[in-house]
């Protein structure tokens, strides 16, 4: 056999895959691609507007419960910068070391964590007993105590003073100071620390009257220019001028100009057999009206034209006598005190009585109210309200705490106080709201100065002053102090000043206070806390 040639061998090679033949996309599978794409899009805006609405909540709750102080230590270094940019220089680095050392001072230099602790506070003790609002308030936290202790203290202030307002000075320099510049900013400071860079007497001349010792000067007696013969039974200064009058026993009434030094005589009027038992001005000053001890007639004197007018037939009155009476505070009426505890209203326009009342016992004494209401003291010691322009009815009545006898009453102008006087010398001093609206009133204060009847009383216009005498003692005149209820230690300063008093009266303004005694004179004394007459 012949030699085998050997064949030359050939790699095969891996067949190839096949590839997916791609086709172009169509225009409506082209669209939907792009709206989902654009939807995925909006989904994701929305998402992150979502989110940034949580943080910004959640940033806002934050600083509710937890305070902003990494944003205002940002805002207030950014204002800093600012203002350094703006103003430059060294006055910027003072400025800015003036509003961080104040800032150092409004916050604390150290704080402890033992004052983070709740402890409740006993508010039993007696220090806080009266900061408790009941009988379950037995404990109180510290923080809670201290906002009640600020609530009473800016309601005892009437709200909260300014310099107790944190941050509020310093509000209104920066407010200044963007107006007008640094020069007012600086005046600011000056008066805001004129408390600290001097010393002296900060407190102002209180307008009250103080009690205890009463300025006053004695001065010449009213009816110096004519003293009575008898005894004085009337004095009163006029509701407007500088005049008073004086009336007593010795038949006359006679009217002066009270200047405190020589008080000269203006006019005398003498009353043929008509003993002056009262004498009171009207309450427009034009004239004046008398009553005698012995009837029912009295006499009114005109003083602008100079005529004395006798009344000698009163319509309607069934009284044999006339001594008591008081003027209206309408002017237009007066208020007559008859006997077996009957009051009439007599109208001065038509000389006729047009009511009358009756209370049990006889009448004591009268005064009235600002509103009009009239306090009726009889001598059983009861006291009733008399409804003169409404129902003319008896309202209201009580009993004077302790009184055996009533022998005087008094009203004071500014309607708080009612003075109630007794035959065994206490006079008793009520609220008027409590006489008007309870059947069993306790007095505010009782007073227990006098020994004897207390038979005149009178407060002064402005109610800071309760004139009391007694007409059975020399020297027995005491003036209370309201409200205090004391009494002037240094009044009268001798029996023989005042000697048996009949009549009080101060004048219109409680410049001078005047009364008249049992030796026919009207002493006349200066109170010097009143500037006017």
């Known amino acids: 056999m012949g030699d085998v040639i050997p064949l030359p061998v050939t790699k095969q090679r891996p067949a190839a895959k096949k590839r997916p033949r791609v086709r172009a ?94 402890e409740e506070v006993d508010m039993k003790h007696r220090y806080r007993r009266d900061l408790a609002r009941g009988e379950a308030e037995s404990s109180m936290s510290q923080q809670r105590l201290q906002s009640r202790m600020r609530e009473q203290f800016a309601k005892s202030m009437g709200g909260t003073p300014s310099w107790a307002e944190p941050g509020l000075q310093r509000k209104k320099k920066k407010k200044r100071k963007g107006d007008d510049g640094d020069d007012d900013e600086e005046e600011d400071e000056d008066e805001e620390d004129d408390l600290l860079r001097r010393t002296g007497n900060f407190v102002g001349a209180s307008h009250s009257l103080p009690s205890g010792i009463l300025r006053m000067k004695k001065c010449l007696r009213v009816n110096s220019a004519r003293p009575s013969e008898g005894r004085l039974t009337s004095v009163q200064f006029h509701p407007s001028a500088q005049v008073a009058l004086t009336a007593g026993l010795d038949q006359s009434v006679s009217l002066f100009q009270v200047d405190g030094k020589s008080n000269p005589k203006i006019q005398s009027i003498h009353l043929e057999r008509f003993p002056v038992h009262s004498a009171l001005f ?98 059983q010691g009861q006291v009733c309200v008399w409804d003169v322009r409404g129902s003319s009815r008896c309202v209201s009545s009580f009993l004077d705490d302790g009184c055996v006898r009533g022998t005087s009453i008094a009203a004071s102008p500014d309607g708080r106080y009612l003075a109630c006087g007794s035959q065994s010398g206490v006079v008793n001093i009520y609220s008027q709201e409590a006489c008007l609206t309870s059947a069993n009133p306790r007095p505010l204060k009782s007073l227990m100065n006098l020994l ?74 200066r109170l010097l806390h009143y500037k006017d007459f």
């Open 25 to 118: 996309p169509e225009p409506e599978e082209q669209r939907r691609q792009q709206e989902q794409e654009e939807h995925k899009r909006r989904r994701n805006v929305q998402c992150v507007a979502v989110l940034g609405e949580e943080d910004a909540s959640v940033r806002q709750l934050e600083e509710l419960l937890f305070g902003a102080e990494e944003r205002l230590v940002e805002q207030l270094e950014e204002e800093q910068e600012e203002q350094e940019e703006q103003e430059g220089g060294d006055d910027e680095s003072d400025q800015s070391e003036g509003e961080a050392e104040a800032q150092r001072r409004e916050g604390p230099a150290w704080v402890d964590e033992d004052d983070e602790l709740e």
């Open 282 to 379: 009207s309450r427009d000053g034009e004239s004046l009206f008398a009553t005698s001890l012995r009837n029912k007639m009295f006499y009114t004197y005109h003083m602008m034209e100079g005529r004395v007018e006798p009344v000698h037939c009163i319509r309607g009155l069934n009284e044999a006598r006339v001594k008591d009476f008081s003027v209206c505070p309408e002017g237009g009426a007066l208020l007559l005190t008859g006997t077996r505890g009957y009051l009439h209203l007599l109208s001065l326009k038509t000389k006729e009585v047009v009511r009358s009342v009756k209370i049990n016992g006889d009448v004591s004494g009268v005064a009235f109210s600002p509103d009009g209401k009239v306090f009726v003291h009889s001598e």
């Open 452 to 525: 004897t009847p207390a038979t005149s009383m009178t407060f002064n216009p402005t109610s800071e002053i309760l004139a009391v005498a007694s007409r059975a003692e020399d020297g027995a005149v005491r003036l209370v102090h309201l409200p205090s209820f004391t009494v002037f230690s240094n009044f009268p300063a001798n029996k023989a000043a005042v000697q048996q008093a009949n009549c009080l009266a101060f004048s219109p303004h409680s410049g001078f206070f005047s009364l008249a005694n049992n030796k026919g004179h009207a002493p006349l004394f």
